[in-house]
């Protein structure tokens, strides 16, 4: 039981460039969540994902999309990569069980130069 | 708006020593109170997570409480140890809708030998 992963776990991108974030839970949770952590802001959602086949802007969604692929899966893209998106990327999926913890992946540091 | 506030910013203590954490929030209406550690270049884990009727929450030398009608809660740390070392974060959700927590800005708490 791995919990939640990501890949890459590093990145480095010009301006300009995409990439794809990759999350993964083996929970079986229908839940699920893209974060970003910057030092001194906390972290900020960005895309979330209630049940599979449907996402929701979270608080700074701008530059993101997202893809809900299966029950397991929520890929963060960045369509063309900019220098403010330099950051600490988290994902989280929820439980549905009680009062619904949730838990979260290790991370991908991003920079773009 | 909600809103969560964690003091202080930072913390310095010496091994052995016990620290307070304060938190406070304006998350309505209320579900649920969660403190996460995050250790350096991780994901927070969860520490202790209290509902409306719970005052206080142990997990070994983590006990946190909380005050439902001044809205705030204290995350104390017994016997400090080098591993202690983090950032801890504080999450409130409100119940109803979609689950989407408040996040605090988080402590960032350093623990000298």
């Known amino acids: 039981n791995a919990g939640v992963t990501q890949t890459p776990k590093f990145q480095v991108l010009k301006t300009g460039q995409s990439m794809t974030l990759q999350c993964a839970q083996d929970m079986n949770h229908n839940s699920m969540y893209w974060y970003r952590q910057d030092p001194g802001m906390g972290l900020r959602l960005i895309y979330y994902?209630?049940?599979?086949?449907?996402?929701d802007k979270g608080e700074v969604p701008n530059g993101y999309n997202v893809s809900r692929l299966n029950k397991r899966e929520f890929s963060l893209r960045l369509e063309s990569a900019a220098p403010s998106q330099t950051s600490v990327y988290f994902c989280a999926s929820r439980s549905d069980r009680g009062i619904g913890e949730q838990f979260f992946g290790p991370g991908t540091r991003l920079t773009v130069l | 708006k909600n809103q969560v506030e964690q003091s202080p910013q930072s913390l310095i203590i010496l091994e052995g020593k016990n620290c307070t954490l304060q938190c406070n929030y304006t998350v309505s209406p209320f579900s649920n109170l969660r403190w996460y550690k995050q250790d350096t270049g991780r994901g927070p884990v969860s520490l202790t997570i209290m509902t409306f009727s719970e005052n206080t929450k142990s997990n070994g030398r983590y006990t946190a409480t909380l005050d439902a009608d001044t809205k705030q809660s204290s995350l104390h740390i017994t016997a400090s140890q080098l591993s202690d070392s983090a950032s801890y974060i504080c999450?409130?959700?409100?119940?109803?809708?979609?689950?989407?927590?408040?996040f605090g800005r988080g402590t960032s708490l350093i623990v000298h030998p």
């Open positions: 999450v409130v959700s409100s119940s109803g809708g979609s689950y989407i927590p408040t």
């Open positions: 994902s209630a049940s599979e086949g449907t996402t």
